[in-house]
């Protein structure tokens, strides 16, 4: 008998209908394992609370938004154990204050920093599914706090490394973590596995799937993450500290963004802290920048390039504008039709020549590269945003994502 | 300075532009005093909650029900308290569980024991006006509890109990108590002050204003209530420990029963034990009997007649004729259309004769009466149900209710 705890989000307990089929999923689970289930506030539920606090103001205080948005999943883990009791499977609810899960005072995106784990194992040892609500917790003076949106993902992973929960199940409306969108690219395969850097890389690249926080968790504790569908009970995708070199992918996935812009600011005379000095001015002003690319001409002027979302393209440019006076320089372009394409892949770490061969692949599909970004395990493009979904498809077929196999999964359920 | 509760019903809180309203009472009273406010859940909300876990099952585990109830108080807490702050007003709110409000572990109807002040008196110090969510508190094991419906009417008067408060005003949908209701008499007029003890007679005789717990709670810690409406802001009816015999009414209220039942078993040999007898059996089938009379005739056989809520007068009759063996009687009849007309009033402790009056106001008016019961405060009559509102009017005149003048009440506000 191991311990698992399962992740059921906002769509997966969206009706009662639907929490009855999730009962379903727990109640199988019951008979071989112990299970922590950790659930999030019916899908809707969440934006109707902050969408009444917006009646008052539009910056609620945190602190009584927290104590607000904890309702939403205290509502459906009493719910839930209802529903299972009503079927004769044992089941208790606590709630992050009652467990307690510590977090610290930082409302609306407090950050855990102890689980006990006393009651549970005291209600999993008398045979109950332990039920939790995910996203909340409690500081030290008492107070209701949250995670952050997609926090209840963080919930699940921590309360499974503090319980040395044999595995962590997240329970989704999709059915893994795919090669790339598949609705750019019918021929996206579903992933068997992939590393936890892998997925970081995926989930800050756009891919919504788990909350890049509860990766980071899932990484520091080594615990193992089952992403899968609630609706088709079929394996989803593994999320694994190392994956067999046997069966690695050189190339796990291919992204692409939406809603980037690129700012151009060209000719300055350059000096050490140059660079320095304008993007302080950028995160003074709140503006949050992705990629940074700078060249230096043989004049002794420089030209830096950089990305923003787009909706702090007209932010930015004032900001370099204001700025005239000490930047000097010779113009500054924006440009909101941007996308940033990359390529990520663990296997990069050790095999050579991915660069390159993406480099090459955009070349002859006629794709401009405007803007080069690498880390270790990805490489990533910046290039017209209409040729995104060109370059998505392309990179997919070059570097063969296309002949994923599905590969036999050790499917701890 | 005073410190005074002020404590809002579900319809008061109902929408969020009623919040608004009741923000509005609170910032003007907070300009003068200390001010603490107990809330409902906003109405609909409860009856929501209750049938969503009844999807599920018809007897939902009574600790996972008030986990889900109390949702619905934690919600308009933590919206007042953000609508308070939108007007630069300080405001915080409290759960039961953070204040705590200790109670007993008997979910869904649990008792108040023991309230904390520190939280409470601290905030006040600071200036905010502190939330509370009614209806709310929480076990010694950390578990959620609820006080049954009605109860923030209970977690007001506490909370000002535990607070030494100057006074706790329990905002409503109606202006304050009557002589009677006004449905009924539209001569029926608001009571300026009431003790204690006619409220309760009151209360547990149908006028549905404060639940009953929360006078016994005002009562036992002298706690002077004011009940008002929220929605015209005029003076309510005082609910205090006693009224100046100055202005002291010796009736100060006619009340009448819907939906109870009359049986009367005829000609039972009499003996030691027999009335015991029939009423532990019906107390063992669950039937909760009100009026009982007993007349013994000179034959040796008696007549014992009692009253029921009309929905269990076939039980009630099922019981007496499946014990005929050892009961003996002759017939047993029952008749669902009766109604309890009562004359509540503190006066009668020292003034005779309203029994008297009650009796030939009745028999003038052509009324018969079927059964009497008195108690220190209250006489009531069992009379025909279709007789029960001329009975009202009837004596609502003859006790001169019609003719109360509003008195001058010390408001503290």
Redesign the interface.
């Known amino acids: 008998m191991g311990l698992h705890v399962l992740k059921f989000g906002g769509t997966s307990v969206g009706s009662?209908k639907r929490?009855?089929h999730v009962a379903d999923i727990l109640i199988e689970r019951a008979k071989k394992h112990q299970v922590v289930a950790v659930l999030s506030a019916m899908s809707g539920e969440t934006d109707a609370?902050l969408q009444?606090?917006r009646?008052?103001?539009h910056q609620?205080?945190e602190?009584?938004?927290d104590?607000?948005l904890?309702?939403g999943e205290?509502?459906s883990?009493?719910?839930m154990?209802?529903?299972l009791?009503?079927r004769l499977q044992k089941?208790?609810?606590f709630?992050g204050?009652?467990i307690p899960i510590r977090t610290d005072i930082d409302h609306t995106r407090a950050r855990i920093e102890e689980i006990s784990d006393t009651k549970i194992r005291k209600a999993l040892e008398g045979g109950s599914i332990v039920l939790i609500p995910g996203f909340q917790g409690v500081s030290d003076d008492?107070?209701?706090t949250t995670l952050g949106r997609g926090g209840s993902d963080t919930s699940a992973v921590a309360v499974a490394a503090a319980l040395k929960a044999d595995l962590c199940e997240i329970f989704t409306d999709i059915e893994g973590v795919y090669t790339t969108d598949p609705n750019v690219e019918p021929l996206a395969k579903k992933l068997s596995k992939i590393t936890y850097d892998e997925m970081l890389e995926l989930a800050s690249l756009g891919a919504k799937v788990l909350q890049t926080r509860s990766v980071e968790f899932a990484k520091k504790y080594n615990m193992p993450i089952h992403v899968r569908s609630t609706f088709k009970l079929v394996p989803g995708t593994w999320v694994v500290e190392k994956v067999d070199p046997m069966e690695a992918l050189v190339v796990s996935g291919i992204t692409y963004t939406k809603n980037e812009a690129k700012v151009v600011v060209e000719s300055m005379p350059d000096r050490i802290g140059l660079a320095a000095e304008l993007f302080s001015l950028l995160g003074e002003a709140g503006v949050v920048v992705d990629v940074i690319v700078q060249n230096v001409s043989k004049d002794g002027t420089t030209d830096i390039s950089f990305t923003v979302p787009r909706d702090d393209l007209s932010k930015a440019m004032e900001v370099v504008e204001s700025h005239r006076n000490s930047l000097k320089q010779e113009r500054c372009k924006g440009d909101p039709h941007i996308s940033k394409v990359s390529v990520i892949g663990n296997g990069m770490r050790s095999h050579s020549g991915v660069a390159a061969k993406m480099f090459k692949v955009l070349a002859d599909a006629g794709i401009s590269i405007q803007m080069i970004s690498t880390s270790e395990i990805k490489i990533s493009c910046v290039i017209d945003e209409q040729k995104s979904k060109e370059a998505v498809k392309v990179l997919h077929k070059a570097f063969e994502l296309d002949k994923i196999e599905p590969k036999e999964v050790n499917d701890f359920a």
């Open positions: 009662l929490m009855e609370l009444s606090a009646h008052f103001t609620p205080s602190r009584e938004l104590v607000l904890c309702t205290q509502k883990v009493a719910l154990s209802i529903c009791q009503s089941a208790v609810s709630l204050s009652q008492g107070d209701l």
